[in-house]
């Protein structure tokens, strides 16, 4: 019963243009596990779509087959809270193509909200945040690979939510683990 | 500055005994990125020891190979933060002997909370968890891999913690993300 309350939450998974350990601009690859542990994160919380994000055809074809492996291959039946997790999983060329298919599917254009461990004078707080999800409108929240989002993209962004801010100044999350933060952030406290 | 706030905090990663998928007791492989994920969570909260506990002496071989490689090899000087993150990691080989060297390092014996996905008479809300940490008690926090911590240690905590309620029923996050909300749940807030 619980699982119909569905929020009209997308996350972005982006490969590309995100910064290297130099600062450059590259594309970063595909690491199946980041696949899997946040299928399972964004279906913990209800998320409707999670959108794994590279320009590189073989790296998407990869992730498609991983899909397909574990919702109607052997997988579905070797283990089913994968398949279930997997549910929402979807692969995208690019951010724009992204926002294109979300507009296709929910009628209306998504806030996009970047995310990243720097405050930016367009940052908001996260209670800002939860507050624009509970009145309902579709938000996109996109999340870096790599050493994390290329400028551009947080230029381009509605908002940039404000940094996890830990004990100290270490700001070195996974990207997997950051993803599980933000979203027990912005939806279990909005059930509570 | 703020990196002096420091909770007396500690993690165990019990690798035996866990549960497999078809719920008999085994001893699960130490995952290396699981040492990296939590290592990085952990240094993120300021948690002041990270235990991974495992029977098998060539996976505990292996970790202190790795957490060698990064501290004191190559890696220190190739990544910086992944050395940062691993200064409070530790291995031991099972629960006993992990509350035994925080005896003989806090010089007190520290209460142990067990987690997991399931609620049980006696398990813990957060906020309760919360309010322990302020008084200062010395705490272990116990993760199960695999399929989760045998019962015997559930048993034998002091506590339980109540379970990370999603929204509906899907309770299958990998432990790398357990860790990360419990800790962000528990010591961000604090914070706050």
């Avoid at 980041?34 to 794994?52: E, K, L, Q, W």
């Avoid at 997988?75 to 994968?82: C, D, S, V």
């Avoid at 279930?84 to 999983?89: G, K, Q, R």
Wanted: aromatic share 8%; proline share 4%.
């Amino acid at each position: 019963m619980a699982d119909k309350i569905k929020s009209d939450i997308h996350l972005a998974l982006i490969h590309y243009p995100v910064y290297n350990k130099k600062g450059e601009t590259v594309t970063s690859s595909v690491t199946t596990l980041d696949v899997h542990d946040i299928s399972r994160v964004a279906r913990t919380f209800a998320v409707s779509s999670f959108y794994v994000v590279t320009p590189l055809k073989t790296q998407r074809q990869l992730v498609e087959r991983l899909i397909e492996h574990w919702l109607a291959g052997y997988g579905a039946e070797y283990n089913p809270t994968r398949k279930e997790a997997l549910l929402a999983t979807r692969v995208t060329n690019n951010l724009k193509d992204t926002v294109s298919d979300l507009i296709r599917r929910c009628g209306q254009k998504p806030m996009t909200v970047a995310t990243g461990a720097k405050r930016f004078p367009k940052s908001i707080e996260f209670r800002c945040l939860r507050e624009k999800i509970r009145r309902g409108k579709p938000i996109l929240l996109l999340f870096g690979t790599g050493w994390g989002l290329e400028k551009s993209i947080l230029n381009e962004a509605d908002y940039v939510l404000d940094p996890i801010d830990g004990i100290g100044q270490y700001n070195h999350l996974p990207v997997r683990a950051a993803i599980a933060i933000i979203l027990d952030r912005l939806l279990a406290r909005v059930k509570k």
